[in-house]
């Protein structure tokens, strides 16, 4: 392979939805297979959609994901700068460049103009048939033209599309796929306010940043015809990047495109962090908050319309990056399965270290208000990691390893309690385990098979009073384990508050 060169181009309108994760992904993924480069260009020349804040938020969810560029705004390199916003003297030479070479041409059309036009054929279309009488530099004289850009008549620049051609674009994942010219409208290149359009700076800057593929999202697959017309243009068609249009990701319910909208209506993330837009409405919940680990959001929308054609699921990125081919992205929608996402989270939960899940499990201990050492922590996370989905459940479903239970499983102790007996014939048990002097586990566990031998109990008369009486469930890793983690005391301390609330029950 030659010296692949790719780009993430987000346009900074809000939260990166996650299908811009995964385009991100994949062309990352491409670069990382052959040694390549890849490029974070941020496309901001429509001023009306501009929202701070968010290239800082596309550059947080790629550091976070693990999806780093190596050139690109904020990433350095040198065929920036990699802001449009900041190449806006470059866009307009290229502009003026279409006119002179005939593939381009003034329009002085005002916005009344084109409305009316609009309003007198619902299909108007600034066409090759149109542009004929309509106000622009083919029409008028050029002594017109030129005093109208004299006296700062306001203008745009039109690409002048070719009539009666096939544009042909032979897309990696789409196949062949055909466009009639005819049928394309001459696009604005060079807007009013100076600004190019999405259009003529995405060509242009793929061209002069040598980008060797394009890969994005289907919803670009039309616009791909300008841009083709837009190389033949310019005369660079030889050195056209390849293209690849994503499948969509689906709904998971129902039918079409996974929307923002789904995230809040379904519960579920759809984006990488959370956002804290200017209304509820537009505030959404990310991957990060809801409790994911990055690697599993990475390795699930890798699946998203990629698959490498065997049985393995768990990819890590060297993996993914090896395994990975333009050839293996399918043609047809992904569908989001957020079950799917929290299977990945699982295996990548109990494949972590007791270090790196303590870590992570810290921050969310500490602001429940408890600051265990490090060793309890590990121990913690070691018995939990396969009891959880998400990193907040190490909390939900773990806090009594912190603090005393709030509500316990009274079914369960009134099956097995009987306040006129029970604490005496528990109590010789609590007096036992006190007496141990190493309080581990199986020292722990043969004290209790002991107590209940001679007590002439079963086992199943025992346990459930230790478990629901330390921890207040019947879920929960091993209870010895629990005990010794616990330790003596405050072991102790549980059972006797136990002893008097399932008197309460019983
Ligand atoms: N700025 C476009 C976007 O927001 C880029 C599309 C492309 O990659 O060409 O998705």
Redesign the pocket.
């Given at each position: 392979m030659e010296n692949i060169r790719v780009?993430?181009?987000?346009?900074p309108?809000g939260a990166l939805h996650i299908g811009?994760i995964r385009?991100a992904l994949y062309n990352y993924l491409l670069a990382k297979k052959y040694g390549g480069t890849f490029i974070l260009r941020i496309?901001d020349t429509d001023q009306t959609r501009f929202v701070p804040g968010a290239e800082d938020y596309i550059i947080e969810a790629l550091h976070w994901a693990g999806i780093v560029p190596t050139e690109g705004q904020s990433f350095g390199g040198e065929y920036g700068p990699y802001r449009q916003s900041d190449r806006k003297a470059i866009y307009h030479d290229y502009a003026k460049k279409l006119v002179e070479n005939g593939h381009g041409y003034y329009a002085f059309d005002t916005p009344e103009e084109l409305d009316a036009a609009r309003q007198a054929d619902d299909t108007f279309k600034y066409d090759y048939k149109s542009r004929a009488r309509l106000n622009n530099s083919l029409t008028l004289s050029a002594a017109e033209v030129q005093q109208r850009l004299d006296s700062g008549a306001p203008y745009v620049i039109r690409l002048k599309v070719p009539e009666g051609e096939t544009v042909h674009i032979q897309d990696l994942v789409r196949g062949d796929v055909n466009f009639q010219s005819n049928e394309l409208d001459d696009k604005v290149m060079l807007k009013g306010d100076g600004m190019p359009t999405?259009h003529l700076a995405?060509v242009v800057d793929d061209r002069l940043m040598k980008i060797t593929h394009?890969i994005?999202?289907e919803e670009?697959l039309p616009?791909t015809a300008h841009h083709v017309l837009l190389y033949r243009a310019f005369g660079w068609e030889a050195e056209m990047p390849r293209f690849a249009h994503l499948p969509l990701i689906l709904k998971p319910d129902g039918k079409g495109k996974l929307s923002k909208r789904d995230g809040t209506r379904l519960g579920i993330p759809v984006f990488p962090l959370s956002w804290i837009g200017e209304n509820p409405e537009d505030s959404f919940v990310g991957f990060r908050e809801a409790g994911f680990d990055p690697r599993a959001m990475v390795n699930f929308m890798a699946f998203m319309g990629w698959n490498p054609g065997t049985e393995q699921e768990i990819f890590s990125m060297d993996e993914l990056a090896e395994a990975f081919s333009v050839e293996k992205i399918g043609k047809s929608g992904a569908r989001f399965d957020i079950e799917k996402a929290r299977w990945f989270n699982q295996q990548y939960i109990m494949a972590s270290s007791e270090e790196e899940l303590a870590k992570t499990v810290r921050p969310i201990v500490e602001a429940q208000g408890h600051q265990p050492t490090e060793a309890y922590l590990r121990s913690f996370v070691g018995m939990m990691k396969e009891r959880v989905v998400l990193f907040p459940d190490f909390w939900t479903n773990g806090a009594y390893f912190f603090e005393d239970f709030a509500v316990f499983d009274e079914a369960t102790i009134r099956k097995k309690w009987k306040a006129d007996g029970s604490r005496a014939v528990f109590t010789p048990l609590l007096e036992q385990l006190d007496a141990l002097s190493d309080y581990n586990a199986a020292a722990v566990q043969a004290c209790v098979e002991g107590f209940t031998n001679a007590a002439g109990l079963k086992f199943g008369d025992v346990l459930p009073i230790l478990r629901v009486g330390l921890t207040g469930t019947m879920k929960g890793p091993a209870v010895f384990d629990m005990m010794a983690l616990l330790g003596k005391a405050e072991c102790r301390r549980r059972m006797e508050r136990a002893f008097d609330l399932f008197d309460q029950v019983s």
């Open positions: 780009r993430f181009a987000p346009s309108t811009g385009t496309e999405y995405n394009v994005r999202g670009w616009s």
